[in-house]
T-cell receptor, first 110, second 113 residues
Framework: AQRVTQPEKLLSVFKGAPVELKCNYS??????LFWYVQYSRQRLQLLLR??SRESIKGFTADLNKGETSFHLKKPFAQEEDSAMYYC????????????FGKGTKLTVNP | NAGVTQTPKFQVLKTGQSMTLQCAQD?????MSWYRQDPGMGLRLIHY?????ITDQGEVPNGYNVSRSTTEDFPLRLLSAAPSQTSVYFC???WGRGGTEAFFGQGTRLTVV
């Protein structure tokens, strides 16, 4: 079964501070991991995916298969980063389901 | 290019009523899905489809029906609305292969009284 765990419901940091949003997963096969973001009054959108190994808006995430984690990091948080962040997982090939964690609400204070 | 379009944006139902939430995409995506978003629960998968004529259940399918007669449309039917179905519903579509981006609709806020 696919499972995604985001242990923090709420995360509050000050502008300029580093931020890390945690994500752990459970999946028996090879996972595809994603981070989606939902800004206030906007639709959910893809932030980044592990296969592209890119940095979007200063955010990065590394897949650690040993620890089954895909934490999202940014060295210097900005106020515009305040949003709801969801970690998501799908399986390669067999399972086409995209399963989400419960989300972390990030607030960046001035 | 409209992307994923959901209608209606808001709806109030009485307990026991039925209704259909509409979802359409114009990107020729194979994979479509329905989620509900509740506070503290994140997005939970209701039903999904990997192509026209093929649907399957997600985590929370009870009380909902789907069908996929065309590639473009994936309606979600509430058979007999209950207050527990008060939620925000999101439709999403993607190419359906691992690692592809899911595109979301703007959501439907449903209240069952």
């Amino acid at each position: 079964a696919q499972r995604v765990t985001q242990p923090e419901k709420l995360l509050s940091v000050f502008k300029g501070a580093p931020v890390e949003l945690k994500c752990n997963y459970s999946y028996s096969g090879s996972p595809e991991l994603f981070w989606y973001v939902q800004y206030s009054r906007q639709r959910l959108q893809l932030l980044l995916r592990h296969i592209s190994r890119e940095s979007i808006k200063g955010f990065t995430a590394d897949l650690n298969k040993g620890e089954t984690s895909f934490h999202l990091k940014k060295p210097f948080a900005q106020e515009e980063d305040s949003a709801m962040y969801y970690c998501a997982l799908s399986g390669q090939g067999g399972s086409e389901k995209l399963v989400f964690g419960k989300g972390t609400k990030l607030t960046v204070n001035p | 290019n409209a992307g994923v379009t959901q209608t209606p944006k808001f709806q109030v139902l009485k307990t026991g009523q039925s209704m259909t939430l509409q979802c359409a995409q114009d990107m020729n995506h194979e994979y479509m899905s329905w989620y509900r978003q509740d506070p503290g629960m994140g997005l939970r998968l209701i039903h999904y489809s990997v192509g026209a004529g093929i649907t399957d259940q997600g985590e929370v399918p009870n009380g909902y029906n789907v069908s996929r007669s065309t590639t473009e449309d994936f309606p979600l039917r509430l058979l007999s609305a209950a207050p527990s179905q008060t939620s925000v519903y999101f439709c999403a579509s993607s190419w359906g292969r691992g690692g592809t981006e899911a595109f979301f609709g703007q959501g439907t806020r449903l209240t069952v009284v």
